[in-house]
């Protein structure tokens, strides 16, 4: 009688210490050199992998616990040879965490003061407004001297094609190529005097005389007028977020820059 209880004990401890033991192993992704690997570790990473797009599989999960494993045999490897006690290994340091630590308060920042869907409808208002109306498909010439701008006004009068006076004398490369093509565009979108010279013309109409801007003198010519083709708000929602995101952002850094005493 009294061996069976003693036997029992024994089954009992031995269990108890399988049970320790399983917990672990299960808390442990593995024991490297006697010490421990937490399995948050392994966590840890998944999570930033993750947050990276990245899709977590088994696959991945496994390349993640042998990437943590074998850090972890060379951090040992390092500071069995003392790297973690270098002024170089410290400065570092010193530079990771403030590089972590500023990513994580304007994390904070931007979880605090996300941008509202009121927010986002103003700005696309906004953009709604300075891009509506009507949109021109135009061509220019554009050249550097007013003689030569009536030149080129003489010589399409004598029947000379625009587009092959356009690739010959045009200053502007990128649609003197294309025949003067600037395609299609909302007026303000231009300088103003080439955006008040155009919003007089008609369809199939040319500038009746040269257009002087900051660049030189514009003959213009009106290819066709359309009602502006704006984007609906839902398919550029995820750009003006970002947008107005990153605008709250700065202006955070700005302000903390400014109230900041600096000597």
Do not use: C
Request: net charge positive.
């Amino acid at each position: 009688m009294k061996k069976n209880v003693q036997k029992h004990m024994l089954s009992a401890a031995v269990s108890a210490i399988l049970l320790i033991s399983n917990a672990a192993i299960a808390q442990n992704v593995a024991i490297v050199n006697g010490k421990a690997v937490p399995n948050a570790r392994v966590e840890a990473l998944a999570a930033e992998v993750a947050k990276s797009g990245r899709p977590v599989t088994p696959e991945v999960k496994a390349q993640i616990k042998d990437e943590v494993i074998a850090r972890e045999v060379f951090i040992q490897e390092a500071e069995k040879r003392g790297l973690a006690a270098t002024d170089d290994f410290k400065a570092q340091m010193e530079l990771a965490r403030q590089t972590i630590l500023i990513r994580q308060l304007f994390a904070d920042f931007q979880k605090n003061n996300a941008v509202s869907e009121a927010d986002l409808k103003a700005e696309y208002d906004k953009f709604a407004a300075a891009n509506g109306g009507k949109e021109f498909k135009a061509r220019h010439i554009l050249v550097e001297k007013e003689a030569e701008a009536k030149g080129v006004m003489d010589s399409l009068k004598k029947g000379q094609k625009f587009e092959d006076l356009a690739k010959k004398l045009s200053k502007d490369a990128g649609s003197g190529a294309k025949g003067g093509d600037l395609d299609w565009a909302n007026p303000s979108n231009y300088v103003p005097e080439f955006a008040e010279a155009l919003l007089k013309l008609n369809k199939g109409q040319t500038s009746a005389a040269p257009v002087k801007s900051q660049f030189g003198y514009h003959i213009i010519r009106v290819d066709d007028i359309r009602t502006a083709q704006l984007p609906k708000f839902e398919e550029v929602k995820p750009q003006i977020s970002q947008q107005l995101t990153q605008q709250k952002l700065a202006k955070f850094q700005e302000d903390l820059r400014a109230k900041a005493k600096i000597e």
